[in-house]
């Protein structure tokens, strides 16, 4: 066991929660805090003979977009190179979880499907919330959340954890290979989705340039990107 298990894969993203979460416990690596068979047939889920799961969104799911939501400009458009170049076989479970929200099958979510696929979930967001989560997704702006956009707000956060992933992300913003993002970099990259005001410019820089030179060394990009993910 690596200590990772995969639920985002198939058939992993229709099994309930319940079902899930007795999986967890059955895998724990540390055999001490490991469940016994016994205790394992008590558990709530077996006990009520499963439940169907008729949720669109998984809550995980959810976690990931508030927290894209808090996320700054650059490590969301990071997220969304690293969005483009995911395999099949790394979507597989998200693109279901799509295809559940985008009820019309247009290709796109809207506001409307969104509260829907939230109400199926039984959340108990706000209006003002599930909007704040809309926009936070909607990177290009255009009022929906295209499948990219999607997949960008809500991929699992282990991917950071490959390098390969991270490298391609930087590079690429540092376009002349330089082994950092500078200021004019960061600039032409963000100006292509509407961010490149100095503002935001200031507030990235102010938040990942931690030794205030200017400029974002990889190993800066890296501590952002790893930061507080889950």
């Known amino acids: 066991?690596?200590?990772?298990?995969?639920?985002?894969?198939?058939?992993?993203?229709?099994?309930?929660?319940?079902?899930?979460?007795?999986?967890?416990?059955?895998?724990?690596?540390?055999?001490?805090?490991?469940?016994?068979?016994?205790?394992?047939?008590e558990d709530p889920w077996l006990k009520e003979a499963g439940e169907?799961?008729?949720?669109?969104?998984?809550?995980?799911?959810?976690?990931?977009?508030?927290?894209?939501?808090?996320?700054?400009?650059?490590k969301k458009l990071a997220l969304k190179v690293i969005a483009t170049n995911l395999s099949?076989?790394?979507?597989?479970?998200?693109?279901?979880?799509f295809n559940n929200i985008d009820t019309d099958k247009s290709g796109t979510i809207t506001l409307e499907e969104l509260k829907t696929g939230l109400r199926r979930l039984g959340s108990k967001l706000t209006e003002d919330e599930i909007k704040q989560l809309m926009d936070a997704a909607d990177v290009?702006?255009?009022?929906?959340?295209?499948?990219?956009?999607?997949?960008?707000?809500?991929?699992?956060?282990?991917?950071?954890?490959?390098?390969?992933?991270?490298?391609?992300?930087?590079?690429?913003?540092?376009?002349?290979h330089s082994g950092y993002i500078t200021r004019d970099e960061l600039k032409h990259a963000m100006s292509q989705y509407g961010m490149g005001d100095e503002a935001t410019i200031n507030e990235v820089l102010d938040d990942v340039d931690?030794?205030?030179?200017?400029?974002?060394?990889?190993?800066?990009?890296?501590?952002?990107m790893r930061k507080g993910h889950t």
Do not use: C
């Not at 998984?58 to 894209?68: C, E, G, I, P, Y």
């Not at 959340?145 to 390098?163: G, P, S, V």
């Open 88 to 97: 099949e076989e790394d979507l597989k479970g998200l693109q279901h979880t």
């Open 210 to 224: 931690t030794d205030k030179d200017g400029r974002i060394s990889y190993e800066e990009f890296v501590a952002m």
């Open 140 to 176: 290009d702006k255009n009022g929906t959340i295209d499948y990219l956009e999607f997949i960008t707000a809500t991929m699992h956060r282990h991917k950071l954890e490959k390098e390969e992933h991270l490298l391609k992300a930087f590079e690429y913003f540092d376009k002349d």
């Open 52 to 74: 169907a799961s008729d949720k669109p969104i998984d809550s995980a799911v959810l976690t990931r977009m508030k927290q894209f939501r808090a996320m700054n400009k650059l």
């Open 1 to 41: 066991l690596q200590g990772y298990i995969d639920f985002e894969s198939q058939p992993w993203p229709k099994i309930s929660r319940g079902a899930k979460n007795l999986i967890r416990k059955m895998l724990t690596k540390d055999p001490k805090r490991r469940i016994t068979a016994a205790q394992a047939l």
